[in-house]
């Protein structure tokens, strides 16, 4: 199985040139939530409660990647990956959606192959000009 063209990456306009608060949810259809059963509840929880995370150090030693790769994964700015790996006084901790972040994408690299093609379309979803 190969790499979709709708979960590539592919280099983004300046985001910063993006208003930050648009109003999407006003696109949005209004929908009536689905009520949870206990097993659901019980995934929120398990998933509430997992320690899940991977620094930014030992992604960058695991994979060969670049500071804008992380920068993408999640969603920081070039800059903030930078204080991650200074020292002194210019260090900045990632926060734990960061860490978070690189854990699940460390896992999709790991794991791509066994993930059926089916949980991949619905995990990213193509763009539907690939097929």
Not at 102 to 130: Q, R, T, V, Y
Request: net charge neutral.
């Amino acid at each position: 199985m190969t790499l979709r063209e709708g979960c590539a990456y592919v280099p983004q306009p300046n985001l910063l040139a993006i208003p930050y608060f648009h109003p999407f949810h006003l696109l949005l259809k209004p929908m009536t939530p689905r009520p949870l059963t206990q097993r659901e509840r019980d995934l929120i929880e398990f998933y509430t409660y997992c320690e899940l995370g991977m620094t930014p150090k030992q992604f960058y030693a695991k994979w060969q990647v670049t500071y804008e790769i992380i920068a993408a994964l999640c969603f920081r700015s070039l800059s903030t990956v930078n204080a991650w790996f200074s020292r002194g006084r210019y260090y900045r901790r990632p926060t734990p959606n960061d860490l978070r972040n690189l854990a699940l994408m460390d896992f999709i690299l790991e794991h791509f192959e066994e993930i059926p093609e089916d949980l991949l379309d619905l995990l990213c979803p193509s763009s539907g000009n690939n097929q």
